[in-house]
């Protein structure tokens, strides 16, 4: 067994189970866009889907605690395959392994359709077609750390856990994770499969979610939520931007499994064909990552920079479904231009004319540099509503893997990096170059705007020339500009109504008696809306009382 050459990467830390003060999964999933996906959506619930949980155990061998009990969850029997050193098993009880309770509440926010206590609603993708849990270190020992990994044949793998290899301090521990990293993005790239992993509760995230091919997902409760019960970025090893992305709940187990939820409903959603064609790049890794970062809902304070695409805490945002999803149905765009120039030299936005009409969607699509030149494909959109005083809310994510590299003696060495991609954002009416996303040492590049004023726009994705991993690079990526939402007034029966769009996702009426001199806004009833027509529409009681409302974007 390769086991014996990597010992320290076999002792895993699994998150403890909190049952304290447990927030309500119906708030959540509104924060989360799953209601909106409901109401919004039909038959996505993972439907064909194969999934795979891998857990951590703190018992000693033969009592390895981590399966799930398919009626505690409320799953069907017949879905499960517990593997582990003991064996493979497809029933319950069997000798293979014994009952976890962190595997249970794991599995509620996955894909049970039994609640966890204290919360309102389950799952997210509730009909997947199988689900392989299994010891963790089993799954690292015998599917990862092989020389050509081997496949359990499941498209998206949950791991609510972190190596305590990773901690950091030392240099062991950094070249341990990036061993890890290596490993765990050779067994992604390799088959196409969609690594989902928890950051870990304090201190700098660690494996198997700093790797490069993995979704890192961090948990939020709440506005004051930095580091103590998420661990906050960047990796120990290079500064990258880990977590990608957060999800509500007081511990990242639970924040991971409501990713990978998502990206199993996205993913039916593709392979039957909401997205157009071909299902199979709108089913990629990368596209579905794309997806899930570019949908996400920036907190109050989220920040980035050029050379630091997501925030330190929260990664592109909280998850959101729904809004995903709508990219996801905005279908494939391809790029009209594409262009070289020398390495290292301007490239200025394009003079075609080719415009793309989607103003939300995506592109897989391949970019190809040279030892002499760098290589851009342009994307461009006129954005425009018909309306001169719109500005729009604008995020492109540009996802591309750090490929499969076969390792040899001496071993794990050398450890092989990322071809350099970035995201420019220009105008085409005066050459001004209005965002970018540059890291030479993250494979996401993430652009958002706020305020961006009509207008015709080169979105670029460019590839270094020169000395790279590969000449040509696949990658996926998402876009979306979107108006900014504004408030309708209207009248239905004896009701008042007030309504906003329900793309993008996100943003709540809030009410107040007076706007002067120190209003208090409420969120009271705020759920209590309906969607006709790609619209939130909210009732109010008609009454004589003054009321003003606004359309805010919560710090969750």
């Not at 209601?35 to 996505?44: H, K, M, P, S, Y």
């Not at 200025?348 to 793309?356: F, L, Q, S, V």
Request: hydrophobic share 35%; aromatic share 12%.
């Amino acid at each position: 067994m390769l086991f014996q050459k990597f010992p320290a990467a076999i002792l895993l830390f699994g998150a403890a189970l909190c049952l304290l003060n447990p927030a309500l999964r119906g708030q959540d999933d509104f924060k989360t866009g799953v209601t909106a996906f409901r109401i919004g959506t039909t038959n996505l619930y993972g439907t064909g889907i194969r999934v795979a949980q891998a857990e951590a155990t703190n018992n000693p061998p033969p009592l390895e605690s981590y399966e799930v009990n398919p009626a505690n969850v409320g799953s069907p029997a017949g879905i499960f395959t517990y593997i582990s050193t003991y064996g493979t098993s497809s029933t319950y009880p069997n000798t293979v392994g014994t009952n976890s309770d962190h595997a249970e509440w794991v599995a509620k926010f996955f894909y049970g359709t039994v609640s966890p206590p204290g919360q309102t609603s389950a799952g997210i993708a509730t009909n997947i077609a199988h689900v392989d849990v299994l010891d963790a270190n089993y799954f690292f020992n015998n599917f990862v750390d092989q020389y050509t990994p081997q496949s359990l044949g499941d498209a998206i793998i949950n791991q609510s856990y972190k190596y305590s290899a990773t901690l950091p301090g030392n240099q062991t521990s950094i070249t341990n994770q990036q061993l890890l990293d290596t490993l765990f993005d050779n067994y992604g790239a390799y088959f196409n499969v969609l690594l989902v992993g928890a950051v870990g509760k304090t201190g700098h995230p660690g494996a198997p979610g700093t790797g490069y091919n993995c979704i890192s997902v961090g948990a939020y409760n709440g506005p004051d939520n930095v580091g103590g019960d998420s661990a906050t970025g960047p990796t120990v090893d290079n500064s990258r931007c880990k977590p990608d992305i957060v999800a509500p709940d007081q511990n990242t187990s639970f924040a991971v499994p409501q990713v990978a939820g998502s990206a199993a409903v996205l993913l039916q959603a593709a392979e039957r064909g909401d997205g157009g064609t071909p299902t199979n790049s709108a089913a990629d890794m990368r596209t579905l990552k794309a997806l899930l970062l570019n949908g996400a809902v920036k907190q109050t304070d989220w920040t980035n920079g050029p050379s630091t695409p997501l925030d330190a805490r929260f990664g592109a945002g909280m998850l959101n479904l729904y809004n995903s999803y709508r990219q996801l149905a905005g279908g494939r765009q391809t790029n009209f231009v594409s262009t070289t120039v020398t390495v290292n030299a301007a490239h200025p936005p394009t003079t075609a004319t080719n415009t793309i009409a989607a103003l939300s969607g995506w592109s897989f699509a391949t970019n190809t540099s040279s030892a002499t030149s760098d290589a851009i494909n342009h994307y461009c959109f006129n954005v425009t509503n018909g309306s001169a005083k719109t500005v729009f809310l604008t995020a492109a994510t540009l996802v591309w893997n750090r490929q499969y590299y076969p390792y040899f003696t001496p071993y794990y060495s050398p450890i092989k990096g990322i071809n350099n991609l970035r995201l420019y954002l220009y105008n085409t009416a005066n050459s001004n170059l209005v965002a970018c996303s540059t890291s030479t040492v993250d494979n996401v590049q993430h652009i958002w705007l706020t305020s961006l004023v009509p207008g015709r726009y080169d979105l670029q994705v460019w590839k270094a020339g020169g000395s790279t991993v590969s000449t040509a690079e696949p990658y996926a990526l998402a876009f979306a500009f979107m108006p900014t939402p504004t408030l309708v007034m209207g009248k239905s029966g004896t009701n008042v109504t007030v309504s906003w769009p329900a793309y993008p996702c996100g943003y709540l009426a809030e009410s107040a008696t007076n706007v002067a001199p120190a209003p208090v806004w409420s969120t009271n009833n705020l759920l209590n809306f309906s969607v006709t027509n790609q619209m939130n529409v909210l009732p109010l009681a008609a009454t004589n009382k003054t009321q003003f409302f606004r359309l805010v974007c919560p710090n969750f």
